[in-house]
């Protein structure tokens, strides 16, 4: 079982330039979410979607796009990339948020210099 | 601000002793989950327990809440060498509709061999 695929794993990137990190999963779940950890924190929401074509903004949403052409694809993309957006980012699934848990990928680490 | 806040930050133990992890949050949720990370891992989900309920056991891990004072707290029973990694607590509140997942900063737990 696939689960919650991200890709890359690793990204490095200078100021300015953009990128999308790709998040796929498998299981049909209808919600999907984006986080990001920075060192000794928790995850802090970005942008999350209840099913195809339809996304919101969570905590930190600037300099994030996202959207939900698909039930299994969320990408998210930063339109010009900050040093401020070092961090690894986590994208999560779960069939409804109101009673289930969440599925994560593994992370994406990038760094943006 | 974010919605969990955990407490110890961190915490060191000797193989065999319990843990005690706790959790506090601002606003009404749906649900309260706890999550493990481990080093450069992404989360993996321990237990779920609805605002209706009071207490969850699942295995050496055993989960209470009081929404009174919005709180929860997790409890390791036996801890082992395995169980060292961040645990998250995670809320779904219910004043947005509920669809976004926020977490706290987390508790780090080493337990000594």
């Known amino acids: 079982n696939a689960g919650v695929t991200q890709t890359p794993k690793f990204q490095v990137l200078k100021t300015g330039q953009s990128m999308t990190l790709q998040c796929a999963q498998d299981?049909?779940?209808?919600?999907m979410s984006w986080y990001r950890q920075d060192p000794g924190m928790g995850l802090r929401l970005i942008h999350y979607?209840?099913?195809?074509?339809?996304?919101d903004q969570g905590e930190v949403p600037n300099g994030y796009n996202v959207s939900r052409s698909t039930t299994e694809d969320f990408p998210l993309r930063l339109l010009s990339a900050a040093p401020s957006q070092t961090s690894v980012y986590f994208c999560?699934?779960?069939?409804?948020?109101?009673?289930?848990?969440?599925?994560f990928g593994q992370g994406t680490r990038l760094t943006v210099v | 601000s974010q919605q969990g806040e955990e407490d110890p930050q961190a915490l060191s133990i000797q193989e065999g002793e319990n843990a005690t992890m706790n959790c506090s949050y601002k606003?009404?949720?749906?649900?309260l989950q706890w999550y493990r990370q481990n080093s450069g891992r992404g989360l993996v989900h321990l237990i779920l327990?609805?605002?209706?309920?009071r207490e969850k056991h699942s295995g050496r891990l055993r989960v209470t809440l009081d929404t009174s004072k919005k709180s929860s707290s997790l409890l390791i029973t036996a801890s082992r060498a395995a169980d060292t990694a961040s645990y998250f607590c995670?809320?779904?509140?219910?004043?947005?509709?509920?669809?976004?997942?926020?977490f706290g900063a987390g508790t780090r737990l080493f337990v000594k061999a």
């Open positions: 606003t009404s949720i749906n649900n």
């Open positions: 999560a699934s779960a069939p409804d948020i109101l009673t289930t848990e969440a599925f």
């Open positions: 995670a809320t779904v509140p219910t004043r947005t509709g509920g669809f976004k997942t926020i």
């Open positions: 327990i609805r605002s209706n309920e």
């Open positions: 979607s209840v099913g195809a074509g339809i996304t």
């Open positions: 299981m049909n779940h209808e919600y």
